[in-house]
């Protein structure tokens, strides 16, 4: 099987430096049990398969997988799939704005100097259930009180955002997804500032207990 793809860096400042994407260009004729394999075999967070739209409307469509299974849609992968299918010859119907086809319908990505979108309505939000936010805070090692704020930010893949004390807390974690029991097909993004007047201004650090990725 020979099928062209990329890897690239989304959010990041040069190479080696953002969240890494491999993006399959040949996709067509794919199984959903070959893009799986795939996908293991890249071993990245996030693996996208490109593939033709199956509505006029849209420029391309992507099917999106974990190592944990297929996600209707992500933030970095939409942005990723965006640009190698601009790279790889991809012609928009409108020139400013590329759409994408994915598991929640269809995304508007602007072509400026960067290229961005506007995440899809949340399917949750509001405060995070006790139990299991401890059980949140036992997987990333940190006590119930470290834990300043807390909210559901569900657009597709199931975050919960949690809000530390500092940008130094985040970076100092260490979590144990063995301990992280129920809802395994929930992200945790976890946020902290840094003292007023830092470039950058707060440190983000996502995990995904459910394939161990960080």
């Not at 860096?9 to 394999?37: K, Y």
């Not at 597709?156 to 985040?170: E, K, N, S, T």
């Amino acid at each position: 099987m020979k099928r062209r793809f990329q890897q690239v860096d989304v959010f990041g400042q040069g190479p080696f430096s953002g969240n890494p994407l491999a993006v399959v260009v040949d996709s067509e004729g794919l199984e959903t049990e070959e893009m799986e394999a795939i996908t293991r075999w890249m071993n990245l967070s996030e693996t996208a398969f490109l593939l033709s739209p199956s509505t006029d409307e849209a420029d391309y469509r992507v099917r999106i997988f974990t190592l944990a299974g297929e996600l209707p849609f992500a933030g970095h992968p939409t942005l990723g799939s965006c640009h190698v299918w601009l790279s790889s010859g991809g012609s928009p119907q409108r020139p400013d704005t590329v759409i994408q086809e994915c598991g929640v319908g269809l995304i508007p990505i602007r072509r400026a100097e960067r290229l961005a979108f506007a995440a899809p309505p949340l399917l949750r939000s509001g405060p995070v259930d006790p139990e299991y936010l401890h059980e949140v805070a036992r997987a990333l090692g940190v006590k119930d009180g470290e834990i300043v704020d807390s909210s559901w930010v569900d657009n597709g893949p199931g975050w919960v955002g949690l809000l530390l004390g500092d940008a130094d807390r985040v970076m100092s974690l260490e979590p144990d997804f063995s301990r992280f029991e129920t809802q395994t097909g929930l992200d945790i993004g976890v946020v902290g500032f840094y003292p007023d007047g830092s470039d950058p201004v707060y440190e983000v650090r996502p995990s995904s207990p459910p394939t161990g990725v960080e």
